[in-house]
């Protein structure tokens, strides 16, 4: 699904993720399972190969996307990668 955001970090992937359509967010959360026979949706696997952010990876592979709407899934989500951003920064700003 052709798209005009593109992310190669975690902040950049939240913002992405505040424009993207919830046509991206079906594909990239239900969509991939069957797709590709994978077990979990693309983000989580983003998230652990791309990324290293094994934690968040596992986080978000437990999502539930049928006890959702996928706007509700978009803030989970959100809210999630602002916890963890919040977490990056304290940890770099200890170093």
């Known amino acids: ?13 939240v913002e992405a993720l505040s424009h993207v359509s919830i046509r991206s967010l079906y594909y990239h959360i239900f969509d991939a399972r069957l797709r590709l026979g994978r077990p979990t949706n693309d983000f989580s696997r983003w998230f652990q190969e791309q ?9 978000t592979a437990k999502l539930d996307p049928y006890a959702h709407t996928l ?4 803030s989970i989500l959100l809210s999630m990668l602002q916890r963890q951003l919040q977490v990056t920064g304290k940890q770099n700003a200890a170093v």
């Not at 990324?51 to 986080?59: P, W």
């Open 51 to 59: 990324l290293g952010m094994s934690e968040l990876a596992h986080e």
């Open 71 to 74: 706007e509700a899934l978009r």
């Open 1 to 13: 699904m052709p798209t005009p955001y593109a992310a190669s970090s975690l902040e950049e992937f």
